[in-house]
C-alpha cells in the first residue's frame, strides 16, 4: 500500500517528513477551511434573498460573515490551496526526487498554518472581525471594535507558511531533479508553481509588514494610517494591493499548471507552445507586481499613475490569453476523451476566459469608476477564483486521486459533479455581473427592491453549486474502500508521477530515474500507429 | 419588480459615453469568449478519441500562431485603453463654471452644503442642465459617493479633500450609496440626488436656506477662530492678506524651514487652503516667516469648509481646474507631483 501503509499511528502521521503525507494533511486542512467559508456563504446567499435583512440578527453579524468567509477562502484555501496540496504531493515525484530538499520544514509549514488557523479560528469564536479581508484603514485600525488583532495575526503567521513552503519549491526545483531533466524538459506544472514561489517570496513579506503596521497603529495609537493622526489611509492600500494583487496570482498561476496537464493528457498530445507557456507563467509573475493600483482607480490616486496601471493591467491580460490560446491549440488533432479531470478542465477554460475578460471592463478606467466596488466585481473575481483555482483543483484531484490514493472513483459521479459545479457557478455569479453594473454596491446587508430578483436567482444557482462541491466528498470517500484498483497509470499519461507505484511507495522511485525526452511526448506513443491506420484505411 | 434592466437610468452626460464603451468591452469579451467556446468544443468533438479526423502534420509550436496571440490582444488592449483613457480624463476634469458643493460623509451619512446656505443629509438637490462638483471629505472613514445612474463614484477620504463632478441630463431622484465599506451601518448610508429644473432648485434653494450663506458664516469663524487677527488688514503680525489668494498662484519656499532655500509656484486650490489650516509648517509661502499655529484637531470639518469657501469667496475669481487631489494642477513644482503620482500624499504627507 505505498507511502499510505507504511505505518498506521496517528503519531505517524502527525510527524511525518513525507511530501506526500504531509500533502494530505494540507488537504484535509484546507477542506475544513473551505467548508467553514462556504457556511459562512450560505448565511450570506440566504440573508441575499430579500432586500431586508432577516436572516441574521444584525448587521454586523452580516459584516462579520463576509469578512470571515473572505478571510478563510482567500488566506486559507486559494492561496495554499493547489500548491500545499497538489504541489506537495506531485513536485517531487515528477522532477524524479526522494522529496522536497527540506522534509523536516515542510512539516513545520504545516504547523504554522495550523497554528495561524487556529488564530483566526480564536477570532472568529471570540467575536469575529467585520472589517472583509481586505482590513482597509483607518476603519481596521481606529474604528473597528472586533477582533482584527487576532484575526490578522493569524494571516500574519499562515504568511511564513507560504513562504516556507515556497522556499522549499525553489529549492527543491533547482537542486533536485532527475538527470536529464533540463529546465525545458520540466512538466508545466513545476514552471507554474517556480513562478507562484518567486511570487510569494517577494510579495508575502510585504503582507506582513503591513499587519505589522496595522497592529501597531491599533495598539498604540501611532498615526501610520489614520489622518486624525497624521498618517495617510492611501499608503494602506497602495501596500495591501501590492501583495494583494500578486497573490491573485499566487491563487491562480498553479492552475495554469494543473490544466497543462490535464489537457494534454487528455489530448494525447503535447502541449501546444511549450517555451511560451513557461514565458507566459514567468511574464505574469513579474508584470502581476505592476499592476497593484488599478484597484484604487477612484481612491483618489493620480490620474496619471491610474493611466499606467490601466494600460498595465491590459498588458498582464496578454499572456494569460496566450495561456487560453495554447490550451486550445492543444486540442486541434489531438485524441480527446472526456473524462472527470477533462470536463473540470474544460470548465476551467470556460469560466477563467469570462473571468479575465470581464477584467478588461475593471482595467478600462472610466467603466471601473462605475462599477468598482459593486457586484461586478465581485462576479468577475469569483470566475478567477472559484470558477478558475477551484475547477483546478477538483480537476487535479481528479486526475491525481488514483496515483494518491490507489483507487478508481466512480467516474459517472465524477462526471455529473463536473457539470453539476460548471451550471451551478454559471448561476450563481453570471447575475452579479448585471447586478454590479445596475449599480448593487457589494459588501452590502441590505439593498433597494429592485435588485431582489437577480439576488434571488443568484442565491438559487449557489445551491446548485454547493450541491456540486459536496458530491465529491462523498464520492471520493466511498472510492477509498470500493474503488477499483488504479494501478501506477490508470489514464496512460506521461510524466514521472506515473512511473512509480500507485500509492508511491514511501521512496517514491526503486530506482532512479533518468530523463530523455521532453514533457508530453504523447504523440510519439501511439500518434504514428494511429496515422498510419487511418491511412491505411484511406488506401484500402 | 420582474423586470430585468441592464443598464441602470442614463441621467448624466457620462452615462451614455461610459455605457458604449462598456458594450464596446462587451463585444469584444463575448467576441473573444464565443470564438474559445466554439474552437474547444469543436476540436474536442472533431477530435475526439477514435474519431477517424485527418490528424496529419501535427505541430507542437509555431511562432507566427504566437505571435499573433501577443500582437491582436495588445493592439486591441491599447485601443481599449485609450478609449478609456479619454473618458476618464473628462471624468476627472471639471468645467470652470460648475456649481460646487460640499459634503461630508461620516458613519453613516452624507451631508451636503450648499454654497448659499442650505444643507442636508442623505439628499442632493441640484439642477438638471449644469455641472456640479463636490468637494468632498470624510470625518472618519473612508466612504464611497456613488450615484449608478450617473456612472459617478469617488472615495472620500478623511484628511483631505476629493473631488467629483458630473453634468446631469434628467429631472428625477436618483439612488445615492456608499460603496467603500465603512462599518456596520454601511448598507444604509446613503439616499437621493434630486435633480430638478433650474428655476425649481433656486425656489428650493431660498426655500431652505436659514442662513446667509457658507461664505458668510466662514466670514464670521475667520473673525471667531482669530485667523483675522494675523491675517487681517490691520495686523501687526507679518502673516500673507488672503485676498485674492485663491486660484492664483503662490511661491513656497522649497524648505518651509528655510527662507533662503528658494521658492516653488503652486495653485491655490481647496487643498492648500484646507493643508495650510491644519499643517501651517508644511507649505510656506516666500517671505514669510512659518509662524502660523496648526489648527489641527480644534476646527470641525464643517467649519473648515465654511473656511474654505469664505477664503474662496475673497479668491480670484473662479479659477479653472483645482484638482490636485488628481495630481492634475497646471503649476505644481516637480517634487510635489512626484508625491501626488503615489496617491496624492502631498495632501497628507509628514505629521505634525
Ligand atoms: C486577465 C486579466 C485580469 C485583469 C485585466 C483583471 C483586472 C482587475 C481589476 C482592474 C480589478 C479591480 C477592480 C476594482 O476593484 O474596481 C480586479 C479585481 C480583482 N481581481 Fe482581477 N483581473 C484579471 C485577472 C485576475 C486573476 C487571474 C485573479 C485571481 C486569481 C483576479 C482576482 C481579482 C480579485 C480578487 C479582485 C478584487 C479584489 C477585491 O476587491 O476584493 N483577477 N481585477
Ligand atoms: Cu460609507
Same mark, same amino acid.
Given at each position: 500500500m505505498g507511502y499510505l501503509g507504511a505505518d498506521y499511528t496517528i503519531k505517524s502521521w502527525l510527524l511525518t517528513t513525507d511530501h506526500k503525507r504531509i500533502g494530505l494533511l494540507y488537504m484535509i486542512s484546507i477542506t475544513v477551511f473551505f467548508l467553514l467559508g462556504g457556511a459562512a456563504a450560505t448565511l450570506l446567499r440566504l440573508e441575499l434573498m430579500t432586500p431586508r435583512g432577516d436572516v441574521f440578527g444584525s448587521p454586523d453579524d452580516y459584516n462579520r460573515s463576509f469578512t470571515i468567509h473572505g478571510v478563510f477562502m482567500v488566506f486559507f484555501f486559494l492561496i495554499p490551496g493547489v500548491p500545499a496540496v497538489l504541489g506537495n504531493f506531485l513536485i517531487p515525484l515528477m522532477i524524479g526526487a526522494r522529496d522536497l530538499a527540506f522534509p523536516r520544514l515542510n512539516l513545520m509549514s504545516w504547523y504554522i498554518y495550523m497554528i495561524g488557523g487556529l488564530f483566526t479560528l480564536y477570532a472568529l469564536v471570540a467575536g469575529g472581525v467585520d472589517t472583509g479581508w481586505t482590513f482597509y484603514t483607518p476603519y481596521s485600525t481606529m474604528?473597528?471594535?472586533?477582533q482584527v488583532i487576532a484575526a490578522a495575526l493569524g494571516i500574519f503567521i499562515v504568511g511564513f507558511s507560504s513562504i516556507l513552503t515556497a522556499l522549499n519549491f525553489i529549492v527543491t526545483i533547482h537542486t !533536485?531533479?532527475?538527470?536529464? !531533466?533540463?529546465w525545458l524538459r520540466l512538466p508545466l506544472f513545476i514552471w507554474a508553481h517556480y513562478a507562484t514561489s518567486l511570487i510569494i517570496v517577494l510579495g508575502t513579506p510585504v503582507l506582513a509588514i503591513t499587519i505589522i503596521l496595522v497592529a501597531v497603529e491599533r495598539l498604540f495609537k501611532v498615526g501610520i494610517f489614520d489622518p486624525a493622526y497624521g498618517g495617510d489611509p492611501l499608503l494602506f492600500q497602495h501596500l495591501f494591493w501590492f501583495y494583494s494583487h500578486p497573490a491573485v496570482y499566487i491563487m491562480i498561476l498553479p492552475s495554469f499548471g494543473v490544466i497543462s496537464e490535464i489537457v494534454t493528457a487528455f489530448a494525447r498530445k503535447k502541449i501546444f507552445g511549450y517555451s511560451f507557456m513557461a514565458g507566459a507563467l514567468l511574464a505574469i509573475a513579474v508584470l502581476g507586481f505592476l499592476v497593484w493600483g488599478h484597484h484604487m482607480f477612484?481612491?483618489?490616486?493620480?490620474m496619471y499613475a491610474g493611466m499606467i496601471f490601466s494600460v498595465l493591467s491590459f498588458l498582464v491580460a496578454v499572456p494569460s490569453g496566450i495561456k487560453v490560446f495554447n490550451w486550445t491549440a492543444t486540442l486541434y488533432k489531438g485524441s480527446v476523451s472526456f473524462k472527470t479531470p477533462m470536463l473540470y478542465a474544460l470548465g476551467f477554460i470556460g469560466l477563467f476566459t469570462i473571468g479575465g475578460l470581464t477584467g478588461l471592463v475593471l482595467s478600462t478606467m472610466a467603466t471601473d469608476v462605475h462599477v468598482h466596488d459593486t457586484y461586478f466585481v465581485v462576479a468577475h473575481f469569483h470566475y478567477i477564483m472559484v470558477g478558475g483555482m477551484v475547477m483546478a483543483y477538483l480537476g487535479g484531484l481528479h486526475f491525481w486521486w488514483p496515483k494518491i490514493t490507489g483507487r478508481m472513483y466512480s467516474e459517472f459521479w465524477g462526471a455529473l459533479s463536473a457539470l453539476t459545479v460548471f451550471i451551478g457557478f454559471n448561476l450563481t455569479f453570471f447575475p452579479q455581473f448585471l447586478l454590479g453594473y445596475i449599480g448593487m454596491p457589494r459588501r452590502y446587508y441590505e439593498y433597494p427592491e429592485e435588485y431582489q430578483v437577480l439576488n434571488v436567482m443568484s442565491s438559487a444557482g449557489a445551491s446548485v453549486l454547493a450541491v456540486g462541491y459536496m458530491m465529491p466528498l462523498i464520492y471520493l470517500m466511498i472510492s477509498l474502500k470500493v474503488g477499483k484498483i488504479a494501478g501506477p497509470n490508470p489514464w496512460a499519461a506521461s510524466g514521472l508521477e506515473w512511473e512509480t507505484s500507485s500509492p508511491p511507495p514511501t521512496h517514491n522511485f526503486l530506482d532512479t530515474k533518468i530523463v530523455t525526452s521532453g514533457p508530453y511526448d504523447y504523440e510519439l506513443q501511439e500518434f504514428a500507429d494511429m496515422q498510419r491506420e487511418v491511412q491505411e484505411q484511406g488506401i484500402v | 419588480m420582474w423586470e430585468f434592466p441592464l443598464f441602470p437610468d442614463s441621467a448624466s452626460t457620462f452615462a451614455p459615453k461610459v455605457d458604449a464603451l462598456y458594450i464596446g468591452l462587451m463585444i469584444v469579451s463575448a467576441a473573444f469568449t464565443f470564438a474559445f467556446c466554439f474552437f474547444v468544443l469543436f476540436f474536442a468533438v472533431k477530435y475526439r478519441r477514435g474519431s477517424k479526423a485527418d490528424r496529419s502534420n501535427i505541430r507542437d509550436s509555431s511562432p507566427l500562431a504566437e505571435a499573433i496571440y501577443i500582437t491582436v490582444p495588445t493592439l486591441i488592449g491599447i485601443g481599449l485603453f485609450m478609449w478609456g483613457a479619454i473618458i476618464y480624463f473628462e471624468l476627472v476634469s471639471p468645467p470652470g463654471d460648475s456649481i460646487e458643493i460640499y459634503v461630508t460623509g461620516k458613519q453613516w451619512m452624507w451631508k451636503a452644503q450648499h454654497p448659499e446656505g442650505s444643507s442636508e443629509i442623505n439628499e442632493l438637490h441640484i439642477p438638471a442642465g449644469k455641472p456640479v462638483r463636490l468637494i468632498m471629505t470624510s470625518e472618519d472613514v473612508i466612504h464611497s459617493y456613488y450615484i449608478p445612474d450617473f456612472r459617478a463614484k469617488q472615495d472620500v477620504l478623511p484628511g483631505r479633500y476629493t473631488s467629483m463632478w458630473f453634468h446631469p441630463t434628467k429631472v428625477g431622484r436618483f439612488r445615492l450609496f456608499c460603496t467603500e465599506y465603512c462599518g456596520t451601518e454601511h448598507s444604509r448610508m446613503g439616499g437621493w440626488v434630486t435633480v430638478m429644473e433650474p428655476a425649481a432648485y433656486e425656489a428650493w434653494l431660498e426655500g431652505s436656506s436659514? *442662513? *446667509?450663506g457658507l461664505a458668510a458664516e466662514g466670514e464670521a469663524l475667520f473673525r471667531q477662530y482669530h485667523c483675522s487677527g494675523c491675517h487681517g488688514a490691520n495686523s501687526t503680525v507679518k502673516a500673507p492678506p488672503l485676498? +485674492?489668494?485663491? +486660484?492664483g498662484p503662490v511661491p513656497l519656499l522649497n524648505d518651509p524651514k528655510d527662507p533662503q532655500s528658494g521658492s516653488k509656484i503652486i495653485v491655490a486650490d481647496e487643498r492648500y487652503v484646507r493643508d495650510s489650516i491644519l499643517r501651517p509648517m508644511e507649505e510656506v509661502v516666500a517671505g514669510y516667516e512659518p509662524l502660523m499655529p496648526s489648527f489641527a484637531g480644534q476646527i470641525p470639518e464643517d467649519d473648515l469648509l465654511k473656511l474654505v469657501s469664505y477664503i474662496k469667496s475673497i479668491g480670484r475669481g473662479r479659477q479653472t481646474r483645482t484638482l490636485t487631489d488628481r495630481g492634475m494642477s497646471e503649476g505644481e513644482g516637480a517634487a510635489s507631483n512626484i508625491t501626488d503620482f503615489m496617491g496624492g500624499t502631498s495632501a497628507n504627507g509628514g505629521t505634525n
Open positions: 474604528f473597528s471594535n472586533t !533536485m531533479r532527475a538527470p536529464g !531533466m533540463t477612484v481612491s483618489s490616486q493620480s | 436659514e *442662513t *446667509t485676498e +485674492g489668494v485663491f +486660484g
